[in-house]
């Protein structure tokens, strides 16, 4: 197991909760908007932080912290995560995990044994615009979909969010993600933001006037629809 981040303390990544991140590399997908390029297209060349240090951090801010997060890059990839989890829920931790949903295998084997107390899976587009936003052509979208299952039919608190740019998203697209996850918990809408780690520099955000007018779109599906970013 490979970290090459770790975010001793944050406020915003686990809802509700104060918690640490960790960071780990690799993707199955390209999307052209990913604001940790680094660590999707070039994870051996990002610094490694000692599995000893994070282990350390964790003992001794257990009175101070309530959960881990752990992201990526896709830490589905992770061979190792659900060793790493089940050492760091030893501690007495929360775990939330951040994914893309294209192993919805490696998913379900960690609900089912009880490792992971949050789920964050990003929606990449509407159905029909998903490979591109996902910059993965010939995507399976029924990986994603039984993802989307497994969260919305089981008990672990979830997310579904979708960080938007003006290039990708539009009305239809929101209408479709709208009408696809009906019923589903909680949901986001991420403004783009633009950074020097963006793997295509290319895109934009939208105001929080367009963003709300998308909240509304969506509210005849989904009843608790967050907007972030602006």
């Not at 490694?48 to 009175?63: A, C, G, S």
């Not at 994914?99 to 899976?121: C, F, H, I, K, Q």
């Not at 979830?158 to 209408?175: D, N, P, Q, S, W």
């Not at 933001?193 to 779109?217: A, D, T």
């Amino acid at each position: 197991m490979q970290i090459h981040g770790f975010q001793t303390l944050t406020l915003l990544d686990y809802p509700g909760r104060v918690a640490c991140t960790l960071f780990l590399g690799g993707c199955n997908f390209r999307c052209p908007f990913c604001q940790n390029s680094g660590l999707v297209l070039s994870p051996g060349k990002e610094p490694v932080v000692p599995m000893e240090e994070v282990r350390k951090t964790l003992q001794k801010r257990k009175k101070v912290l309530d959960g881990v997060c752990i992201t990526g890059g896709e830490p589905t990839l992770a061979p190792d995560l659900p060793e790493l989890i089940r050492e760091i829920k030893e501690m007495g931790y929360l775990v939330k995990l951040d994914t893309n949903g294209y192993r919805p295998e490696v998913l379900g084997s960690l609900l089912e044994e009880g490792l992971l107390d949050y789920v964050a899976m990003d929606i990449k587009s509407s159905p029909e615009g998903y490979a591109k936003a996902a910059g993965l052509p010939g995507l399976d979208l029924s990986r994603i979909q039984r993802s989307v299952e497994l969260l919305m039919e089981g008990k672990v608190p979830y997310e579904f969010r979708t960080t938007v740019a003006r290039e990708l998203h539009g009305k239809e697209e929101i209408l479709s993600i709208g009408r696809w996850l009906k019923g589903c918990r909680r949901y986001a809408l991420q403004n783009y933001r633009e950074s020097e780690q963006v793997i295509m520099p290319v895109f934009s955000g939208f105001s929080r006037e367009q963003l709300e007018n998308f909240r509304k779109m969506l509210e005849p599906w989904i009843e608790r629809v967050e907007i972030r970013g602006v």
